[in-house]
């Protein structure tokens, strides 16, 4: 049978409208439009180490910015520090994640610094920290965020480039030098004391025990050693 039957149909919108003549084509004023959305997002989490040497690291110690240009991003304190095979103490710095969408595509650079509070007998490291981050979209919903470069720059030194951001402080006792000197007679050992005494600053009150120290036949004043606790500080 070769007789062939036309067939012409409309296309109808979901409330009965016709959109489309009788050849199935949409009229201008009626082509469809779909929209699809896509959005990704990501999260990236720096490493930061901070060391001490000479002394326990307790939690909370020393404080460290994070900026963007000159933006402060974040600031954030050490974690408590265990010990290492050779006597420093570490422990972590967590800033807060960053978090990142398609709009921040790109490299992004970001700095890392120490606080100084100066506390007395601590060195600390002025080291500057520049870090690239490339951020990408993976087109699956996901921004990746990965280290392209870390710089160190510290002191007038030339900056380089480095694997990881570890900031060192180290810490030193004070040592108390003092000399007896008598006129007229020769020194004996033990011939007179000294004491050394905590006093408040607010009202001048004596604040725990008395250390005494007591001369040698040269003159030098010896004092027993001292401890201090990080409750000190």
Known sequence: DELVIPIRFCVEDEEGNIISDDKGNFTTDNIPIFFNEYSATGEFEFDVQKNLKGQELAAGQFTFNLYEGETLLDTATNQ???LNEDGTFTGSVDFDKLEFTQADVGTKTYTIVEENSGLPGYTYDSSIY??????TDNDDGIISANIESIIKIRDEENPI??????????????ELNITKYLKGKSLVANEF???????????GSKIGEEVIGKNDSEGNVIFPDVTFNLEDL
């Open 80 to 82: 408590k520090g265990t």
């Open 130 to 135: 520049t870090v690239e981050i490339r951020v």
């Open 161 to 174: 480039e480095v694997e990881t951001i570890e900031f060192l402080n180290s810490y030193t006792s004070l």
């Open 193 to 203: 004391s000294f004491i050394i005494q905590q006093i408040s600053l607010e009202d």
